[in-house]
């Protein structure tokens, strides 16, 4: 492998939270040498290989790894991302926040989606929805600016439009509406600050991943399609770590589990705050 004309292109993935960079330094540096092409090292825990290179013979990208889009906003806000970083999240957070539990309108859908009405894989399957901070605009939209987001649905055959859009829609709400197989992607009604805004104010190069064992073949499918229709943003693209083109038999949704590739991480990873915006910004 190591010998071929195109050696593999490795990104470490670091676990240890007590190792020293300049021992990280001469693994990277002896794996070099025997003929590897180390691409980066990555890590959760972005302070032990931030600036690593300066322990490396030669410079090694660094990689922040983060379970949310949430995770992203909150490093951005405390410090732990800098202007220019390499960043990797659970691309299952573009479909599922963490619900505001003070939300006395979701807790009684929640409770009748539940509990009370019967379960339809299909149907299911057929209201998978991005949120609304994953919508990225038309054209560029600063940081500060307040982006309203409809409902979207499915395409009208005769408008081309979205389910209860008008026909000044486009001129009301500065988004793009992916048409993917005759068919618009479908995004959650929102406002506010989007994954986009991030990206763009602190010159991120962004990267999405899953869990292979937790998601199932539409989701993955609306992902991948996304992604390859945003490369401006997501510029690093999917890391897939399974066969290409192929998920987990048997992977459906359930009454009380989703398959949206987050697994439990979306337990741990923070909330996106549509109501925060990149710092220094003033919205009017």
């Known amino acids: 492998i190591m010998n071929c004309e195109a050696p593999l292109g490795l990104v470490l993935d670091l676990k240890s939270r007590h190792v020293s960079k300049r021992i ?16 980066g090292v990555a890590s959760f ?28 906003q909150k490093a951005c806000h405390d410090g732990s991302i800098k202007r220019g970083d390499r960043v990797f999240f659970n691309g299952g957070s573009l ?9 006395i309108r979701y807790l009684a859908s ?16 057929r209201d998978y929805k991005f949120e609304s901070y994953a919508r990225v605009a038309r054209h560029h939209v600063s940081d500060g600016e307040l982006v309203g987001i409809p409902e979207s649905g499915a395409a009208s055959e ?10 000044n829609a486009d001129e009301d709400y500065p988004i793009q509406r992916k048409r993917i197989k005759e068919k618009l992607l479908k995004f959650r009604e929102g406002y ?27 989701y993955i499918d609306l992902l991948v399609k996304f992604v390859n ?30 398959t949206d590739g987050l697994w439990n991480q ?3 990873g923070h909330r996106w705050d549509t109501d925060t915006f990149p710092p220094g910004n003033v919205i009017n």
């Not at 929640?110 to 399957?125: E, G, I, P, Q």
Request: net charge negative.
């Open 158 to 167: 005769d408008s081309g439009g979205s389910k209860g859009s008008t026909s």
């Open 229 to 258: 229709e945003n490369p401006r943003v997501f510029n690093l693209g999917l890391g897939w770590g399974g066969i290409n083109g192929v998920t987990v038999r048997g992977i459906q949704p359930g009454r009380f589990t989703a």
């Open 45 to 72: 825990c972005t302070q032990e290989i931030r600036d690593i290179s300066q322990f490396c013979s030669a410079p090694v990208k660094n990689i922040g790894f983060y379970h949310t889009a949430g995770d992203i």
């Open 192 to 218: 506010g600050s989007t994954i986009e805004q991030y990206k763009d104010h602190f010159e991120l190069s962004i990267g999405l991943y899953v869990q292979e064992f937790a998601i199932d073949e539409k």
């Open 95 to 103: 479909f599922w926040n963490l619900p505001d539990l003070r939300d």
């Open 110 to 125: 929640m409770l009748a989606t539940t509990l009370c009405s019967s379960f339809d894989v299909r149907k299911t399957k």
């Open 24 to 39: 990280w330094a001469l693994i990277v540096d002896a794996l070099r040498e025997a003929g590897a092409r180390v691409e």
């Open 266 to 268: 979306r337990y741990t």
